[in-house]
């Protein structure tokens, strides 16, 4: 399956043919949909064909590495294994999210010294955890210096590495839980240069400016050494 998403996140829809049908959802021969992952939604939208269309309700991965599949409203009409279609995301949300996802590349670079422990992105509200020490943490001047580095708009690419580079470099992963996806002979590193560089397959924003301004709706201790920042798009 070709993944457009992997290589241009503002791709909004594309041509497709369907290449399988079963009870966990439709597959394509390509897609424009980010399925659920490294803290992001699956994408939603929509599956045009000749006979109708199809409201997709979420994306999900399925067994293998480049498998996605689209999962139905519950009780649609499902094209055919061979039906072309036309395949569109919601992208409204799909954009907050790419804000979102990039936003807390910031907050992992305002806080440089600590593990992440896990993170959820949101089209409202999203958050990341962090295995910190019990000191407390400044709402504020979080807020101010993620502001500061958006009104910066550095632009934000992706470089390939291979696994071997990874593994001679293991200070790029930041994450202790979750572990960068693997078997395809190469990692994908996010890079906002002077910012932040780290391994992430989800989809982003061109340039820090597009994020528009965040605030830090609080700050949890969810245990001994976990604390949660929890950020929002004023808009």
Wanted: aromatic share 4%; glycine share 10%.
């Amino acid at each position: 399956m070709e993944l457009i998403f992997r290589e241009d996140a503002y791709a909004k829809s594309c041509s497709a043919t369907v290449a399988s049908v079963d009870e966990r959802g439709i597959r394509l021969d390509r897609t424009v949909f980010y399925p659920n992952g490294g803290g992001q939604p699956g994408d939603t939208g929509l599956l045009r064909h000749a006979g109708g269309e199809v409201r997709i309700i979420d994306t999900v991965k399925g067994d293998g590495i480049d498998d996605v599949v689209h999962v139905p409203e519950p009780g649609s009409a499902l094209p055919a294994p061979g039906t072309p279609v036309e395949a569109e995301i919601d992208w409204d949300r799909r954009h907050r999210h790419m804000r979102m996802h990039t936003a807390l590349h910031l907050v992992c670079a305002v806080l440089p010294g600590a593990s992440i422990t896990g993170a959820q992105v949101g089209a409202e509200r999203s958050r990341v955890d962090f295995n910190l020490p019990a000191e407390a943490l400044d709402k504020d001047g979080i807020a101010a210096a993620l502001n500061t580095l958006i009104a910066a708009d550095t632009p934000v690419g992706f470089l390939w590495i291979t696994d071997e580079e990874l593994d001679a470099n293991p200070d790029l992963i930041r994450t202790l839980t979750v572990k960068p996806p693997r078997g395809y002979g190469r990692v994908r590193l996010v890079d906002i240069a002077g910012v932040d560089r780290q391994p992430c397959g989800g989809t982003h924003v061109a340039r820090l400016g597009e994020i528009g301004m965040l605030e830090v709706l609080k700050i949890e201790n969810k245990g001994k050494q976990n604390r949660r920042v929890v950020v929002a798009l004023k808009d």
